[in-house]
């Protein structure tokens, strides 16, 4: 601290002695005139007390600790203290999980016939039947394994397989309804045909043994004229009900046992510029479903060979095109009731169906220069998929998961479409990965209880969980 001398101030600002002088000498506005000095004191006082009661608020205080802020602790979001937002929360909860994930063999099916390679793979979280299918010189085969249910956790092997049919047909998809049925979708038959086959899997007796029921002695096959492409199982419901892709548009399969009703649902009368959409003709790429996703029990989304996606409400029969994709669609997947990703040949995008329709075409064609499309909530730029791209959500997680060129599995964040670094997606596959599939965390007694990922290659099904 700077001397005191007698009839002068010290301006610590200026570092330099200024000398006082009287009120009655100063001239107006001086900065040293005793009244002038004496507030600049006064004030350097006050200042130096408020430094003084800071630095004994901060010695005293108590300060949170930041394992309470700690994403795997989470004390605050129980007490109601960490005012973050559902997607952040979930995001930091995924990478947590992404960066614990292991990778487990889960089962080798028998490979049928050589260079077999399984194209689906669905896993009843019910009953735990591990259900793949396959397509391979012109036949198709469907096979479940039914697991080992004296084990703590269900495990499988090759002596409970059983092949549920092959047949000399293209198999275009599989789908499980939670009431335990499964249907897969056959055409590109010998004479040109197409079928329908539902079936119902049997659940664990009291002693564990899978009793298939009476009725099902001989499969079922329901004869459609159309190609089948896709299909989806309602997620709620008595009674199983699938939405079907075909070549000439939208159906539904609604049934029971051995009485189903297929149902071919309108396309939609829209009006573009004022003037109504020219009508889809059966035969061409304007009609051809080639992707189906239940966005609630009540309403479907369509995505079309064109690249428009339309919606279907079961309720009011009603259908309207909503979004328009760049490339033609291969896969859609909804995050939420609002929100859905949408794949194509080279692009994956987030779209939301609340926002306004924008960049739809009366006759989209996508491999044209003048072919737009809708305006996406997010975007994954960092897609590089397969050939024919296959991937999958868990909103639980907030992570999207798609199967790449580089025989690997990339990671996204559905909340930023950024990747996301894991051992999952540093592991390389000897061959590439045709099937990936997320499975929800279950209560069950033999089940996983946590969410993991079925990642398929050649007849291999792996299990990544943490």
């Not at 428009?308 to 909804?334: E, M, W, Y």
């Not at 044209?368 to 024919?388: A, C, G, K, Q, V």
Request: hydrophobic share 30%.
């Amino acid at each position: 601290m700077e001397r005191e001398i007698p009839g002068f101030y010290y301006d610590a600002e200026k570092k330099k002695y200024f000398k006082i002088q009287a009120n009655h000498k100063a001239p107006a506005g001086a900065q040293y005139s005793r009244d002038a000095v004496k507030r600049k004191r006064a004030q350097y006082e006050k200042d130096q007390k408020k430094a003084h009661v800071s630095r004994r608020l901060a010695t005293e205080k108590i300060k949170k600790s930041k394992l309470l802020s700690h994403p795997i602790i989470t004390v605050e979001r129980e007490v109601g203290a960490q005012n973050v937002s559902r997607g952040i929360r979930l995001e930091r909860q995924g990478l947590i999980y992404a960066n614990r994930m292991r990778r487990k063999e889960l089962h080798r099916f028998e490979p049928w016939p050589d260079h077999y390679s399984v194209r689906h793979v669905l896993r009843n979280n019910r009953s735990g039947i591990l259900i793949a299918s396959g397509y391979h010189g012109g036949e198709s085969s469907v096979s479940v394994c039914f697991p080992d249910c004296d084990q703590e956790t269900w495990t499988y092997n090759r002596t409970m397989e059983r092949v549920l049919f092959k047949e000399p047909y293209r198999l275009s998809s599989v789908s499980l309804s939670h009431t335990g049925y499964l249907l897969a979708t056959m055409d590109s038959g010998p004479r040109g045909d197409s079928f329908l086959a539902p079936r119902m899997l049997p659940d664990p007796d009291e002693g564990g043994d899978y009793r298939w029921p009476p009725f099902f002695a001989h499969p079922l096959r329901i004869r459609t004229t159309p190609s089948l492409w896709c299909s989806a199982a309602c997620p709620t419901g008595e009674k199983p009900l699938f939405a079907i892709g075909t070549s000439h548009g939208l159906h539904t399969l609604e049934g029971f046992g051995s009485h189903w009703t297929l149902s071919k649902k309108p396309f939609p009368n829209d009006v573009i510029s004022g003037q109504p959409v020219l009508q889809r003709r059966n035969d061409s790429s304007h009609a051809t479903v080639t992707s189906v996703e239940w966005l609630s029990p009540d309403v479907i989304a369509s995505g079309l060979k064109d690249s428009a996606i339309f919606l279907h409400d079961l309720r009011s029969g009603g259908t309207a095109t909503r979004l328009q994709h760049p490339h033609s669609v291969t896969k859609i997947r909804k995050v939420d009731q609002y929100r859905l990703v949408v794949a194509g040949l080279k692009s994956l995008e987030m779209y939301d169906i609340r926002f306004p329709p924008n960049g739809l075409q009366r006759n989209p064609k996508p491999l044209s220069h003048r072919h737009t499309s809708t305006r996406p909530y997010l975007r994954f730029e960092d897609f590089s998929p397969e050939i024919i791209p296959d991937f999958d959500i868990s909103p639980e997680l907030g992570l999207l998961a798609s199967a790449s060129d580089e025989r690997k599995i990339q990671l996204f964040s559905l909340r930023t479409g950024y990747q996301v670094s894991s051992p999952l997606s540093n592991h390389q596959y000897d061959h590439s990965i045709s099937c990936v599939h997320f499975e929800t965390g279950d209560v069950s007694l033999h089940g996983p209880k946590t969410p993991s990922l079925l990642v398929c290659a050649r007849a291999t099904v792996d299990q990544w969980i943490w």
